[in-house]
T-cell receptor, first 115, second 112 residues
Framework: GAVVSQHPSWVICKSGTSVKIECRSL??????MFWYRQFPKQSLMLMAT?????????EQGVEKDKFLINHASLTLSTLTVTSAHPEDSSFYIC???????????FGSGTRLTVV | SQQGEEDPQALSIQEGENATMNCSYK?????LQWYRQNSGRGLVHLIL?????REKHSGRLRVTLDTSKKSSSLLITASRAADTASYFC????????????FGGGTRVLVKP
């Protein structure tokens, strides 16, 4: 199969602090991973495309200095929410596509709550 | 921005009934995919239909694609309580960098 592991599954942090979310492809190499944000009862909004060994590509309206993405290896991408504020509270999900597999595999998501 | 619109936004049915949901999109696509999401969890890939295909089956799932109308439908036959979830369509356009663009989703409740 194609497995993507996301960690942590939930995190509560204080306003002003930074939080790092990890996304790992466990049984395949992913040159590209995607990061999404989802508000309650809403759809997924693509935030950025994470490219191994190069800079991430951010969607319009997403602050690259606030949402830092690092894709240092073929199996790991990280999203760091810097100086988090309550409005950053959301569900963050990553995904990747395994060569030869149809569709994309998603991580289980991270529920971020900023207090 | 979201390309797709899904209809209905919510659906409540009895176990054993069929559930049908529709998805419309705006731009050209290479394929259209359907995903399922249980509350607070990640998405699970259900089925992919290519732009040159019109219908596809997988178990109790049946997907149709009408590229002239830029629409797709997902039918779940003989629904079960375990089918309760949100269902999303997503379009992929390789010219746009293999990004998935999701529809708004349909929340399905299957009552036992």
């Amino acid at each position: 199969g194609a497995v993507v592991s996301q960690h942590p599954s939930w995190v509560i942090c204080k306003s002003g602090t930074s939080v790092k979310i990890e996304c790992r492809s466990l049984d395949f190499q992913a040159t590209t991973m995607f990061w999404y944000r989802q508000f309650p009862k809403q759809s997924l909004m693509l935030m950025a495309t994470s490219n191994e060994g190069s800079k991430a590509t951010y969607e319009q309206g997403v602050e690259k200095d606030k949402f830092l993405i690092n894709h240092a290896s073929l199996t790991l991408s990280t999203l760091t929410v810097t100086s988090a504020h309550p409005e950053d509270s959301s569900f963050y999900i990553c995904s990747a596509s395994k060569p030869g597999f149809l569709g994309y595999t998603f991580g289980s998501g991270t529920r971020l709550t900023v207090v | 921005s979201q390309q797709g619109e899904e209809d209905p936004q919510a659906l409540s049915i009895q176990e054993g009934e069929n559930a049908t949901m529709n998805c419309s999109y705006k731009t050209s696509i290479n394929n259209l995919q359907w995903y399922r999401q249980n509350s607070g969890r990640g998405l699970v890939h259900l089925i992919l239909i290519r732009s040159n295909e019109r219908e596809k089956h997988s178990g109790r799932l049946r997907v149709t694609l009408d590229t002239s109308k830029k629409s797709s439908s997902l039918l779940i036959t003989a629904s079960r309580a375990a089918d309760t979830a949100s269902y999303f369509c997503a379009t992929e356009n390789k010219a746009a960098g293999n990004k998935l663009t999701f529809g708004g989703g349909t929340r399905v409740l299957v009552k036992p």
